[in-house]
């Protein structure tokens, strides 16, 4: 018997996509990190960006890099987050590479990294404008640098990197890069040597790689979801991405219940189930299905990207989700199973519930 709900995932077409994508960022000599946490960490998937040619596998999350480290798989681990002072012991054992905005924080790892016998990487943050991490004072930026560089034995300053599109929205430019390129150099003259990482942003910066104006001092990417989602860089930015398949991901969901039923809810109206007030559209009598899965699944339903015409999704809580069948064409029943495309947010709840059944093909 097969379970749902299932993410299911084409593993072929995903490892063509990130395969495409360390080719594309090569062309420029561009090495692409590859991006674990969305996933988190589903070994099949961090096996295809190794195997793609990512060397670095990386995570905000220290329990995926322990997890990858224990299966064997992948060879050099880097922490996206700024590591938390309760962890500094697991990101020296789990992480060779951390992302860093704290001086504080950077002794915390040197007294570790030396107590371990290590010596840990860091690439210091840089604060272009999205206003997540990194070091906003040139005169701070520049006395942390100094301190791994000249004083903490434990750590090497590998280089610096920096973040878009995150919190602040704000787009991967040639100006932004060029910013932390200036940081880079600024540092660079001051240690005397030069720096073995710029790292230019995420996902959203590919599209200075696409566009052919990335600077030529921007030496590695972290990307991870773009090449299974295959969303952004078509649906949200615009590119073609004709080489890119759309369909390595997908839901499916049971259908529990078909019925006709007014589209507007009977009664005195107050709160959903999260203390939300809402509003329903009076559409009259509707076919609707409720399938068994729901918000706890895959977080926000009118976030997942509806292709199919015959299906709307109308709303859910925690366990169900209700949707519109328009005149249910395909005769949908108990028993049924529903698919839909997923994205981002949906890969990244449902890849972390441990009910969910996940089904390459
Ligand atoms: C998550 C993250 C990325 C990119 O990961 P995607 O899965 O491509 O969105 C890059 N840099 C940092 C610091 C991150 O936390």
Not at 13 to 42: D, F, P, Q
Request: charged content about 25%; glycine content about 10%.
């Amino acid at each position: 018997m097969e379970r749902y709900p299932q993410l299911v995932i084409n593993l072929k077409h995903a490892r063509e996509n990130i395969e495409n994508l360390v080719k594309l960022c090569a062309s420029k000599g561009i090495r692409m990190t590859g991006v674990i946490k969305v996933t988190n960490g589903l070994p099949e998937l961090c096996r295809a960006y190794y195997d793609a040619g990512c060397r670095i596998l990386a995570s905000s999350r220290i329990d995926q890099l322990k997890s990858l480290r224990e299966q064997g798989i992948g060879e050099e681990f880097e922490l996206l987050r700024i590591p938390m002072m309760s962890e500094i012991p697991d990101v020296i054992s789990y992480a060779d590479i951390s992302l860093n905005s704290d001086g504080s924080v950077l002794r915390a790892l040197n007294d570790e990294a030396i107590r371990q016998g290590k010596t840990h990487k860091v690439i210091l943050m840089v604060e272009v404008g999205d206003l997540r991490e990194g070091y906003w004072d040139d005169d701070e930026l520049l006395g942390d640098a100094m301190m791994v560089e000249k004083e903490l034995e434990g750590l090497y300053l590998e280089g610096v990197g920096m973040n878009v599109g995150c919190y602040g929205s704000v787009l991967p430019t040639h100006e932004n890069m060029q910013y932390l390129i200036d940081k880079a150099e600024m540092i660079e003259n001051a240690i005397g040597r030069r720096l073995n990482v710029i790292s230019g942003g995420g996902t959203s910066s590919l599209m200075r790689v696409i566009d052919g104006d990335i600077p030529e001092m921007i030496n590695d990417l972290r990307v991870g979801g773009e090449p299974l989602c295959a969303y952004t860089l078509k649906h949200v930015y615009g590119y073609p991405m004709e080489w890119q398949h759309e369909d390595v991901l997908s839901m499916r969901a049971e259908v529990l219940e078909v019925r006709e039923k007014p589209s507007h809810p009977i009664g005195k109206l107050a709160v959903d189930a999260f203390g939300h007030s809402q509003s329903y559209e009076d559409r009259g009598i509707r076919t609707r299905a409720l399938l068994g899965i729901g918000r706890l699944d895959y977080g926000e339903p009118l976030d997942i990207p509806n292709e199919d015409p015959d299906i709307e999704v109308l709303g859910a809580s925690s366990d169900h989700t209700i949707v519109d069948l328009g005149d249910n064409k395909k005769g949908y029943k108990a028993g049924d199973v529903i698919e839909l495309r997923i994205k981002y947010a949906q890969l990244m709840y449902m890849s972390a519930r441990p009910d969910v059944t996940v089904k390459y093909i």
